[in-house]
């Protein structure tokens, strides 16, 4: 006999879970809303280091995208205003180089324009996936576009590092993703890094999704991670690793993709979506930050895939007369967060003089409830495995950022396929398909 019954039993408390969670109420249903952590969040995470809030996890967010804009507003939380970036460093062919914003833009942006020279003719309506054929884009790898350009390796480095920030792997990414992102920016890859990665929310990522959570009358239940789910085709029956069992009408699953292979899923999914979550995205990458003595020069860095353990940083705040710097790895397992003599080796690459005092991270990697960062699709998964997860499977709707059709791999894709289920359930409710 389960142990509690309601509406809807929402998975995962992630932007996605929350904000499915949040629009169920408001329509009246009941819902409990079950999160394996002792915080909500997911792979956003606001917490305290170096005596203030830092984010750990997804941290940026922009005015153009539709969801994250309409509930900042609808909070009346604004976003904070990045530093300015004074010099860039980039690794490429064995030395660093360095100059103004400007001279380093008119270096690689020619490169980067060709990378993404096709983003809008295969996908010229980036909300339909389908609108043409994407057969071919799918099987290419962010690897194999990079050969393709027969670039010097100057060159080659320079783009490489380019793209650092958003590759663990060139041979695992497939290259439609990309692609897709700079669509979403009118094919200006340029544009859609700066919707990517520059504007963060005031307060934090925790108090947006802490405000969302606040509108919500779901019964939410932390530190219960869940171990199955079945469709008996007349209710969905949800087991906790505790064993508790929780029936409802329908139930949205918002967990990371890298997690679902721990969940026992009754009846089984489409082969495609098995096989995707059976090979899991694979982004294994870190987000580390330094406090460095001092108020130093605000610059960025880049280095290519695999030669420097540090591939991007950026000078983010000032705080107490030093200096924060954000770092990011392509691959977690080649720096640890807190290993501070290894991260100023890293950053010392750029800045020979650079004094890392203190660091922090967190390992979302061999974290149990995320298993990775943020997702990038394998070649094929973007246009078909994803689209077909995101189809009703029964009773059971999958949900996040991972499998979001526009905003993939981020906190508005998280929010928009946690309302798009939301809604998909709320119909199947009132008109009595569940
Ligand atoms: C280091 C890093 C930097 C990032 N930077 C950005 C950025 O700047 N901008 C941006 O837009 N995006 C960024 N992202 C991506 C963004 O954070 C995610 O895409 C988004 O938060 C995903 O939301 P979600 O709700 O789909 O999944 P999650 O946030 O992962 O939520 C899923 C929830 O499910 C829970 N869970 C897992 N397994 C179980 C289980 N068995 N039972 C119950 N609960 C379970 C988890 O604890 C989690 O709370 C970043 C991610 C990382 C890791």
Redesign the pocket.
């Known amino acids: 006999m389960p142990n509690s019954a309601c509406d809807v039993v929402v998975?995962?408390?992630?932007?996605?879970?929350?904000?499915a969670a949040r629009d169920l109420t408001l329509e009246g249903h009941s819902v409990i809303l079950?999160?394996?952590?002792d915080?909500?969040?997911?792979?956003?995470?606001t917490s305290e280091v170096f005596g203030r809030q830092m984010?750990?996890?997804?941290?940026?967010?922009h005015w153009t995208?539709p969801n994250?804009w309409r509930e900042l507003q609808r909070h009346h939380i604004p976003l904070s205003l990045p530093l300015g970036i004074e010099r860039v460093y980039w690794l490429a062919d064995g030395m660093v180089h360095s100059g103004s914003q400007i001279e380093y833009d008119s270096a690689v942006s020619p490169l980067v324009a060709r990378f993404f020279a096709d983003a809008r003719t295969r996908f010229p309506l980036p909300v339909d996936l389908s609108a043409v054929d994407n057969t071919a884009i799918e099987k290419e790898t962010l690897g194999g576009r990079l050969d393709s350009l027969n670039l010097s390796a100057y060159d080659r480095d320079l783009l490489d590092g380019a793209l650092s920030t958003l590759v663990h792997s060139y041979s695992e990414q497939g290259v439609a993703q990309m692609l897709l992102w700079a669509a979403t920016a009118f094919g200006d890859w340029g544009a859609f890094l700066e919707t990517?990665?520059f504007w963060?929310i005031k307060g934090g990522?925790k108090r947006l999704i802490d405000a969302i959570l606040g509108e919500s009358k779901a019964d939410l239940r932390l530190s219960?991670?869940?171990?199955a789910i079945e469709d008996d085709g007349s209710s969905v029956v949800v087991t906790?690793?505790s064993g508790e069992r929780i029936r409802a009408r329908s139930a949205v699953v918002?967990?990371?993709l890298n997690?679902?292979g721990?969940?026992a899923i009754t009846p089984d999914v489409a082969q495609p979506v098995r096989t995707m979550i059976d090979h899991k995205h694979p982004?294994k990458?870190?987000?580390i930050w330094a406090r460095v003595r001092g108020e130093i020069e605000p610059f960025c860095a880049f280095a290519p895939v695999g030669k420097n353990p540090v591939n991007t940083a950026r000078v983010e705040h000032r705080h107490e007369d030093d200096t924060l710097v954000v770092c990011?790895a392509s691959d977690a397992s080649a720096i640890d967060a807190e290993d501070r003599e290894g991260v100023q080796a890293a950053l010392r690459t750029f800045v020979p003089d650079i004094d890392v005092l203190e660091t922090a991270?967190?390992d979302?990697v061999g974290?149990?409830?995320?298993q990775?960062?943020?997702?990038h699709h394998r070649p094929g998964n973007l246009t078909q495995a994803a689209p077909q997860m995101r189809e009703p499977h029964g009773r059971i709707h999958f949900?996040?950022?991972?499998?979001?059709p526009l905003?993939?791999?981020?906190?508005?894709?998280?929010?928009e396929?946690?309302a798009g289920a939301a809604r998909n359930i709320a119909a199947a409710l009132a008109d009595g398909r569940h």
């Open positions: 998975i995962g408390a992630g932007f996605a879970g929350v904000t079950l999160e394996g952590r915080r909500v969040g997911g792979r956003t995470f984010e750990f996890g997804g941290t940026y967010v995208q994250v990517a990665g963060p990522t219960t991670p869940v171990s906790t690793r918002a967990l990371p997690t679902l721990d969940v982004m990458t870190a987000k990011f991270g967190h979302w974290d149990d409830f995320s990775g960062t943020w997702a949900a996040g950022g991972d499998i979001a905003g993939v791999g981020g906190i508005e894709g998280a929010m396929s946690g």
